[in-house]
């Protein structure tokens, strides 16, 4: 019996591993809690890493961006109620 992977079963791990449909990562290791390659959020982390001149930002810039994101979905959030 053979251990490759079948054509089927090999998409169906890429299509969750580049799941994109929520700004939130589940499982990042570093710590990090947005997903940056979400569409909502891509945009906004691309202008962040412009304005800070940067092709790859450091852990502390990009916790920065993170905590700014989160400001910016509990201001919707309170402005929806």
Not at 18 to 26: A, G, M, T, V, Y
Request: overall charge positive; glycine content about 2%; some cysteine.
């Amino acid at each position: 019996m053979s251990k490759a992977m079948s054509i089927d079963m090999a998409a169906k791990l890429v299509a969750c591993k580049n799941d994109n449909s929520s700004i939130f990562n589940s499982n990042n290791k570093y710590g990090y809690k947005i997903n940056i390659n979400h569409p909502d959020i891509k945009e906004k982390y691309e202008l962040f890493k412009k304005k800070k001149k940067a092709i790859i930002l450091s852990d502390e810039e990009r916790f920065e961006f993170e905590a700014i994101i989160f400001k910016m979905i509990e201001r919707k959030r309170k402005n929806a109620e």
